[in-house]
């Protein structure tokens, strides 16, 4: 195999002028038009109510991440007083059982 | 309707007020250039006025969050029109494995380098195209476009970039990438002839 064969196949491939495939149309289709404005309209409330839900998502999404940072923030203030408790009530069970 | 002699900013403002009328000259202004990107981005099996109604139906909802100014609508209905032939890339993306039988016989002769001289250009760059688009299908959708945006249809750094957003290192990255891949479907190829044969 040539060792530039990637670029030979591009040069080669970039001589295939656009014209040579199938133009685009420069002008919509009888009626087209008039279908894309028709359901743009008839979508105008959904949008609305789309745009809520997604601000309701957002806004619930970062309540929950505050909560769950102010979780935390606490957890790591609690934690050595919540472990030495812990601590302590295994040592008074573990002492009332009968040796 | 002339791009260069559209009041965009006046259909603009209409349109955000739902006025059918503007609506739909700001359509059918923005048709052409929507029809431009789908025409030459979508997935082969897609139909192009369904997902040109998708691009301008999108355009028309986001018209809310559009803060340019009217003479910067084409270049922002362009990238929507390129965003959403990405999604329906990525959507029907199936990566068929190419096998060299698949090949025509002008394409075989174009990888064994053993093409014949009297084959004209056109022929031969025909050939070349449709063999370099199978190689194409094989790829991430962005890492197709890097191709076909720098390489064969030679746009600069700052035309790939308003059309597609990717900054300079994204392109170069994407591109790095796809030549990568392109090579090594290539000696695939040759393996699979090589086992045929």
């Not at chain 2, 194409?136 to 750094?157: K, V």
């Amino acid at each position: 195999m040539k060792p530039n064969l990637l670029d030979d196949l591009v040069r080669k491939a970039r001589r295939v002028s656009p014209a040579e495939s199938e133009a685009p149309l420069a002008t919509a289709p009888p009626g087209f038009v008039a279908a894309v404005v028709r359901r743009w309209l008839s979508t105008a409330g959904e949008e609305l109510s789309e745009s809520w839900l997604v601000v309701s998502r957002r806004g619930l999404a970062v309540a929950l991440g505050l909560m769950v940072a102010s979780m935390l923030w606490h957890a790591r203030e609690l934690r050595a007083p919540v472990l030495m408790e812990s601590t302590a009530s295994t040592t008074v069970v573990l002492s009332l059982y009968p040796q | 309707m002339d791009e260069a002699h559209q009041d965009w900013a006046g259909l603009l403002e209409r349109t955000r007020q739902r006025n059918p009328t503007a609506a739909e000259l700001l359509v059918e202004g923005l048709y052409p250039v929507v029809q431009a990107v789908v025409h030459r981005r979508k997935p082969r099996s897609a139909d192009a006025r369904d997902l040109t109604q998708e691009v301008l139906l999108r355009i028309l909802q986001g018209l809310g969050g559009f803060r340019g100014d009217g003479a910067s609508l084409p270049a922002w209905a362009r990238r929507i029109a390129f965003r959403v032939c990405l999604n329906e890339w990525r959507r029907r993306q199936s990566r068929p494995e190419t096998v060299w039988a698949d090949l025509s016989e002008e394409q075989q002769a174009l990888l064994l380098g053993t093409g014949d001289d009297t084959a004209s250009p056109a022929t031969e760059a025909m050939a070349a195209r449709e063999l370099l688009n199978l190689l194409l299908d094989r790829l991430q959708p962005e890492e197709r476009w890097a191709i076909e945006l720098a390489d064969l249809e030679e746009r600069s750094g700052e035309e790939i970039r308003a059309i597609t957003g990717w900054s300079a290192l994204n392109l170069r990255v994407r591109r790095f990438r796809a030549r990568q891949k392109l090579k090594r479907a290539l000696q695939q190829l040759r393996r699979t002839q090589r086992h045929e044969t």
